[in-house]
């Protein structure tokens, strides 16, 4: 198994920054993206940013020049780098790992979800 551990939630001011952490643990694994979604209340899950691993990144285009994924595969852990926050980025921010284990098929692994509260 494969185990995502979100961390860096919280409440912030709109203008304001958080950086989220995803911590992969767990099961070997060929990781093809990783990438960040959000789901507000009353809405759909959406897709924030998205890196590969050749390292191309794809943003959501409510948060393009505001937020900044990255990786470093050294430390298995993902970031999401959010700047000139709104309120409407209020959200719980899941991680997500879409990869394959030798002999399986590809899945997607979910976080269990960090809260992001930006007050107006």
């Known amino acids: 198994q494969v185990q995502l551990v979100e961390s860096g939630g919280g409440l912030v001011q709109a203008g304001g920054s958080l950086r989220l952490s995803c911590a992969r643990s767990?099961?070997?694994?060929?990781?093809?993206?990783m990438g960040w979604y959000r789901q507000a209340p009353g809405k759909q899950r959406e897709l924030v940013a998205v890196?590969?691993?050749?390292?191309?990144?794809n943003y959501a285009d409510s948060v393009k020049g505001r937020f900044t994924i990255s990786r470093d595969n050294a430390k298995n852990t993902a970031y999401l780098q959010m700047n000139s926050l709104k309120p409407e980025d209020t959200a719980v921010y899941y991680c997500?790992?879409?990869?394959?284990?030798?002999?399986?098929?590809?899945?997607?692994?979910w976080g269990q979800g960090t809260q992001v509260t930006v007050s107006s």
């Open positions: 997500n790992v879409y990869a394959y284990r030798l002999g399986y098929s590809t899945r997607d692994y």
């Open positions: 767990g099961s070997t694994v060929v990781i093809t993206t």
């Open positions: 890196i590969t691993s050749g390292g191309s990144t």
